[in-house]
């Protein structure tokens, strides 16, 4: 049977099951959201003379919680536009039309018997074969299901995704004894593929595996913050990126969450389970006052901390009264920094005997044996464990790579020693051998399951850069950047620069590659596997040279960038560009001129260089510019002064997209640009689509002159920055950059329409970018943006 889901139904339109549909939305779903009908009317509809049987009334609850994607933050939607693929209902006046529907999600209220109801009419309307799923994040999956017809069983499991949908990778997929085995692999493969996820399958336990093991890993630092004497601040400023976890580490994650929400996720797990187990899930007598007062977090104003004015406070635990936020800080904190990655960061912590190694290995002793103890009954495996923490919770390592990388015989013989026992199948490991939970060799990584090394198996999409450099090596790297061979006549250019910032490295290795895959290869993919794909040009390099008035060093450098863009652009293989995270000034310029862009979902791409006092000089503007005018209908008039005018807004006032699809809509990407949802997939879409350009015959674009607005242009494009500047919204050294920057759009002093060539507008560009960055002013707003990393409003 093929498998598709074409229309999807949201039961529940709270803030989960609103995001959920808004996911759906976002990859081309359309969803009927559905919620209750409310049983009084609102004021605002007993003056327009409503009742309640009105559809308006009888789907408000829904609606209004479609239309609150709007203003949500983060956004939901990665384009206000998909709101539209979101159509408002009730649970009582559209049940047939889930005869209609390929996939029903229940996100209702976290009550077995509602949950139970409701899927009494689900399996009353539903069509045969359509996949239903539970979101709950404790209730039994296989609870659910009993009553149920043989059809509705065979495709009913749990689907727990993590909040918000859009932005958390992890999809935990959970079974019944029930389930056909055809409809997991379907789900399974349909969230990685479709919804972009990580997919783990899950057992039917209390809060499956990410919950379970992040609640009790919360609530025994918690403990030991207590029970040690250290303050809430002092915790956070140890448990964030010093041992790999999120910058919001502990109480500042449960801020973001809600206490409600945390608290109602930890009595899950306490009435289900017994002993000490259960009393780790009791919460602290000092949370329940908070849980009383409303001290839910970020939701209700304040938390463990408090935001007054520009100063952040900390909850006393004992007399529930804020202060001055406190951070740890020890020998071994200090010697943490001088580690280079989380594995060394740890070892240097948890072996300490000062205060911040007490904690630590306090907090993560009882984690490890914890998630070791719980192998089998929430996961079969320690992969789909260590994969469920780092995709729900953000650890940068799971709990058994943590493990391995503080030293797995040295800490479970200090835990034995200290008096805990360490679970029987880590001591018959330890017996045969095997002295790590992970292994590596030749560049494959495996793991340990029942007495031997299993291979980790990747889904084909994932093509693993960092494998293919250890199996392969490199065709050529320099400091900046590194030229890799990926398979079926594909080369990758790879930035390997602080950041990913552009220099005279990576612009080398630019023109190395363009000329060695024109040689030798189908096409070249620019794209890596960093944090974010590039922040820009090495504004720290470019700042010292103009303080040291080397304009000639600069005048050459902003050259050869150009040059490299055109090379770029009129290679004579196909050059794809694959943006993820952060595409700003430098790096959209490298993207703007390729063949084809292929954007993952989270893209974040615009020309900032206004906010360090310069415009793009890498042919920036007039690439966007060229972009806007392809984008317009062949054999259409349109207006050229409204599209400089739309261009020069974008640039002047940096606007950065929010999504994929926001850069499409800002004409960073084109219709025939691709954007990825899973970002794992990204390089080999990209590969993907180089090749198939070689295959359908790819040349080079043919070299054109472009339509410029000229000097009646260029005083039309500053009339509105003008009225900003004398009305203060934008300073006088804005309005010289907003000079400089509409004189470049213009075409400079031509008549309107004039068709100038690519060189002529690089040369403006050029000319207008040396004389910012010769200015004091400009100078400031760049050194402010090395030191606080915001930009600077002189």
Not at 237 to 250: D, E, F, H, L, Q
Not at 439 to 455: C, D, I, L, V
Not at 776 to 789: A, E, T
């Amino acid at each position: 049977m093929v498998r598709q889901i074409r229309k999807a139904a949201v039961l529940g339109s709270g803030v989960m099951g609103s995001g959920i549909a808004a996911h759906l939305a976002n990859i081309g779903i359309p969803t009927l959201l559905l919620d209750i009908v409310p049983r009084e009317l609102s004021e605002d509809e007993k003056k327009k003379g409503l009742t309640l049987e009105d559809k308006q009334v009888r789907n408000r609850i829904s609606q209004t919680a479609k239309l609150k994607l709007l203003k949500q933050k983060p956004a939901p939607l990665t384009a206000k536009k998909n709101l539209a693929l979101i159509e408002a209902g009730n649970l009582e006046d559209d049940w047939e039309r889930l005869k209609d529907i390929d996939w029903v999600i229940e996100v209702v209220v976290e009550n077995l018997e509602v949950k139970k109801n409701v899927f009494s009419k689900v399996d009353q309307y539903r069509k045969p074969g359509s996949i239903i799923s539970s979101n709950t994040s404790g209730i039994s999956i296989e609870a659910m299901a009993e009553g149920r017809s043989e059809d509705f069983q065979k495709n009913f499991l749990g689907t727990h995704f993590f909040n918000p949908p859009r932005y958390l990778k992890l999809l935990e997929v959970i079974p019944t004894q029930f389930t056909d085995p055809e409809v997991l692999s379907f789900m399974k493969q349909f969230g990685e593929d479709i919804l972009g996820k990580g997919v783990v399958e899950a057992k039917d336990t209390p809060n499956f595996i990410a919950n379970r093991i992040g609640t009790y890993g919360l609530l025994v630092t918690v403990r030991e913050m207590l029970e040690g004497g250290y303050s809430v601040g002092e915790v956070d400023s140890v448990t964030g990126p010093m041992i790999g976890r999120p910058k919001s580490a502990t109480f500042r994650t449960l801020d973001v969450v809600g206490l409600d929400t945390f608290s109602h996720v930890a009595k899950n797990v306490y009435d289900q389970v017994d002993g000490a187990e259960k009393e780790v899930f009791q919460l602290p007598d000092f949370m329940k006052k908070m849980l009383d007062q409303g001290w839910l977090g970020s939701k209700s104003g304040q938390g463990f901390f408090l935001k007054k004015g520009k100063e952040i406070l900390e909850l006393n635990p004992e007399t529930l009264e804020y202060e001055e936020r406190k951070k740890l800080k020890t020998a071994s904190t200090e010697l943490s920094k001088q580690a280079k990655g989380v594995p060394a960061k740890m070892k240097a912590l948890v072996y300490s005997e000062d205060r911040a190694g007490q904690l630590l290995w306090n907090v993560l002793k009882p984690v490890l044996l914890y998630s070791a103890e719980l192998l089998g009954d929430i996961a079969d495996d320690i992969l789909a464990i260590d994969q469920a923490m780092k995709w729900g919770f953000g650890w940068s390592m799971g709990p058994f790579e943590t493990w391995d990388a503080i030293g797995l015989e040295k800490s479970a013989a200090r835990m034995e020693k200290e008096g805990h026992t360490v679970p029987q199948w880590i001591k018959d490991m330890a017996g045969k051998g095997f002295e790590s939970f992970y292994r590596q060799e030749a560049g494959e990584t495996s793991y340990y399951s029942n007495g031997e090394y299993k291979e980790i198996t990747e889904n084909p999409k994932v093509i693993n850069l960092k494998k293919i450099k250890q199996q392969n090596g490199v065709i050529k790297k320099n400091s900046g950047a590194s030229l890799i061979d990926i398979g079926d006549g594909i080369a990758l250019l790879e930035f390997t620069s602080p950041n990913n910032a552009i220099g005279l490295d990576i612009i080398q290795m630019i023109n190395y590659a363009v000329d060695e895959v024109e040689a030798n290869y189908k096409g070249l993919v620019i794209g890596n596997q960093g944090k974010n794909f590039c922040v820009g040009a090495n504004i720290a390099m470019m700042l010292m040279e103009a303080q040291d008035d080397n304009i000639f060093e600069l005048d050459m450098v902003i050259s050869q960038f150009q040059k490299a863009m055109l090379k770029i652009k009129y290679s004579a293989k196909p050059v794809v560009a694959a943006p993820f995270n952060m595409a700003l000034g430098g790096g959209a310029e490298v993207c703007l001129p390729a063949a084809h862009i292929q954007a993952s979902t989270e893209t974040y791409m615009g020309l900032v260089e206004v906010g360090v006092g310069l415009i793009p000089g890498g042919g920036g503007t007039k690439e966007l510019y060229y972009k806007h005018l392809k984008s317009m209908p062949h054999g259409v008039e349109f207006d050229l002064q409204k599209v400089a005018n739309k261009v020069f807004e974008s640039v002047a006032m940096a606007k950065v997209s929010t999504s994929g699809e926001e850069a499409r809509e800002n004409n960073f990407l084109n219709f025939a640009d691709g954007i990825s949802v899973n970002p794992d997939h990204l390089l080999y879409d990209a590969k993907q689509a180089a090749l198939s350009l070689y295959e359908a015959g790819y040349t080079a674009p043919a070299r054109v002159k472009i339509p410029v607005v000229g000097e009646t242009g260029y005083a039309a494009l500053l009339l509105g920055a003008e009225s900003m500047r004398l009305t203060g919204f934008i300073s006088d050294h804005d309005m010289s950059i907003a000079k400089k920057l509409a004189y470049v759009l213009a075409g400079g002093k031509v008549p309107y329409g004039t068709e100038v060539d690519e060189q002529y507008l690089l040369d403006l560009e050029k000319e207008a970018f040396l004389s910012l960055i010769a200015q004091p002013k400009s100078q400031q707003r760049m050194q402010h943006m090395l030191l606080k990393g915001k930009p600077l409003r002189n």
